[in-house]
């Protein structure tokens, strides 16, 4: 296959090639360097060194629910009936990979840190290297807050078992956001704009990401404190999410992706190979052709179980706007095609149209109509598109589409959801200049305050929608459960799929209208609401018990575990 690359090798192999920093002292009077390690007494000298030191925290850049993003973990989409956490059936562990490898990643995060106070070079030739460090450590200490709530703090390296730091409490979730805020306003000062960076440095942290990860973090403590009760600076943190997402926007360093071949699938196409480095990425893992590869599409497409729910798939409007549930234009389930038809693009450029031509299990040289399966008691028949690889490369387990960490579309979300959460409102021209641009490119008609009023809908419902449908797959759909307090809610009912019960799919899969339970309307229901238990305590995850019983008693489970 032919690839027109643009991007220089030598980043990537940095990348991956994790630089493991061994510090190790010795008894003995004589100062003497290690000979086949890296030392405090070899490193930590030249601007280089800071710069190779962070090459490694690239390497924990992850969508939001780890290395495909999928939401398998909430209540749109479907995975191998691994649906634990939605159903609120986990149980506590001795360990959790999310809290170790979190405090490893901000044991050398804050070892950098510490030795660039102590540099005695030029500070001005590695504050974007300290500046890198700032938003890695305020990134990891997101995902840990986000997961468990309130978290050890440590802004400085811990120096061993007898380190009177070691066994620090948890820190209020307040005080590390706090933090998090400092580190990116810390940050954004001596980081580059995306279109300052050259060469290598493609791909690095700039000023829109640290604006953005902001924007992210202080909507998400806004709200959870909002609709959790938890604090009383919900307009702060929401004044501090609008400016700094409206800074990401006036930077004019983004815009949305346009595929021109076919503008019509130009939200598949940012997913794919063709969106990397598109001005609508912001940050993004990255791949690289025979360098580093991944197998995402290929599972979605081929190994695993990945389908969409009915739940998502209802939330697409039809193209005048409206919810089906009212639109004139929604053509219902009499056959399997009909619900595809009049809606909203992002829908058929999420999921696999039946009949469709698409990569399958049977035939991953070349593209097949294909139905998607409706065989085993885990199958909803609404087969994913996005994130399918159909390249050579992809389909062989070569894939090197970026897995995207940060999109210019999910700050267009934050700017509507911060502005109507902190007034109550938001004007049609916010709408035009977020969300609707959004509705545009899925060829839906504008949200409006008039079609909100007229058709008796509520804004922020209506808000949430765009968020969920355009941020599907993308993991982050647990996460806003968890803030807006509707977990209990929408986690705990069944998990449908399409409707078998008209007959409609007989044809293709002889019988199956009585093979597998459904709803009184016939939609098939692959995990049943009664099996579903998410509850209070679900909000938060448990504290792995090892670390509980490391901590001399000074770590506290999380309520109700």
């Known amino acids: 296959m032919k690839r027109n690359i643009k991007y220089s090798k030598n980043f990537y192999w940095a990348v991956i090639f994790i630089v493991t920093l061994v510090f190790s002292s010795c008894t003995q009077e004589l100062d003497l360097a290690p000979r086949t390690s890296l030392s405090e ?194 307009n702060d943190l929401l004044n501090q999410s609008i400016t700094a997402a409206q800074a990401v926007i006036e930077s004019g360093e983004y815009e949305l992706f346009t595929y021109a071949p076919a503008p019509e699938d130009s939200y598949l196409n940012s997913y794919l190979i063709t969106g990397n480095d598109s001005k609508e990425q912001i940050l993004a893992r990255r791949y690289f052709p025979d360098v580093r590869t991944h197998t995402l599409g290929n599972w979605v497409c081929c190994n695993g179980t990945n389908d969409y729910t009915k739940k998502l798939v209802d939330m697409y409007t039809a193209t005048d706007g409206l919810p089906i549930s009212i639109s004139p234009l929604f053509k219902g389930y009499g056959t399997i095609l009909s619900e595809y038809e009049n809606r909203d693009l992002r829908m058929t450029n999420t999921i696999a149209i039946p009949g469709g031509f698409h990569i399958s299990r049977e035939n991953r040289e070349g593209l097949d109509a294909v139905y998607p399966s409706l065989t085993t008691d885990e199958e909803t028949g609404y087969k994913s598109r996005k994130l399918v690889a159909i390249d050579e490369d992809g389909i062989s387990n070569r894939a090197w589409e970026f897995k995207h960490v940060i999109k210019y579309s999910e700050v267009l979300l934050i700017l509507a959801e911060a502005l109507y959460e902190r007034d109550g409102a938001i004007s049609d021209t916010d709408l035009n200049a977020t969300v609707n641009l959004l509705r545009a490119r899925g060829g839906v008609a504008a949200l409006t305050n008039e079609l909100v009023t007229t058709n008796d809908l509520n804004m922020l419902e209506q808000l949430r929608n765009e968020r969920t449908i355009e941020l599907a797959s993308d993991g982050y759909r647990l996460l806003d459960l968890r803030r807006w307090g509707t977990a209990e809610i929408e986690l705990n009912k069944d998990i449908k799929g399409v409707n078998i019960g008209n007959g409609s799919w007989d044809v293709e899969y002889p019988g199956v209208s009585t093979m597998f339970p459904t709803d009184v309307n016939g939609f098939r229901i692959v995990e049943d609401a009664a099996t579903r238990q998410f509850g209070e305590k679900n909000y938060l995850f448990p504290i792995p018990t090892q670390q509980i019983q490391l901590s001399n008693g000074t770590l506290e489970q999380n309520p109700g575990w």
Request: net charge negative.
């Open 41 to 234: 007494v070899s490193f930590w000298n030249t601007p280089n060194d800071f710069k190779l030191a962070t090459n490694r925290y690239y390497n924990t850049l992850l969508p939001q629910h780890g290395s495909g993003g999928e939401d398998n973990n909430s209540d749109i989409t479907y995975g191998n009936g691994q649906n634990d956490v939605s159903a609120g059936n986990l149980l506590t562990s001795a360990n959790d990979g999310n809290w170790d490898n979190s405090y490893q990643e901000l044991r050398q995060i804050n070892t950098m840190l510490q030795k660039a106070t102590e540099y005695s070079g030029d500070h001005t030739e590695i504050a974007v290297s300290v500046a890198e460090g700032k938003f890695f450590r305020a990134y990891t200490y997101y995902n840990l807050v986000t997961r468990f709530g309130d978290v050890p703090y440590f802004d400085k390296p811990l120096k061993g078992e007898k380190d009177e730091n070691l066994f620090t409490p948890r820190t209020s979730r307040e005080t590390v956001i706090n933090n998090i805020i400092t580190d990116l306003d810390e940050a954004v000062k001596d980081l580059p704009l995306q279109s300052e960076l050259e060469g290598t440095d493609v791909g690095r942290i700039t000023k829109g990401a640290a604006w953005a990860l902001k924007a992210r973090v202080t909507l998400f403590e806004a709200t959870w404190s909002k609709y959790h009760e938890t604090e009383s600076n919900v």
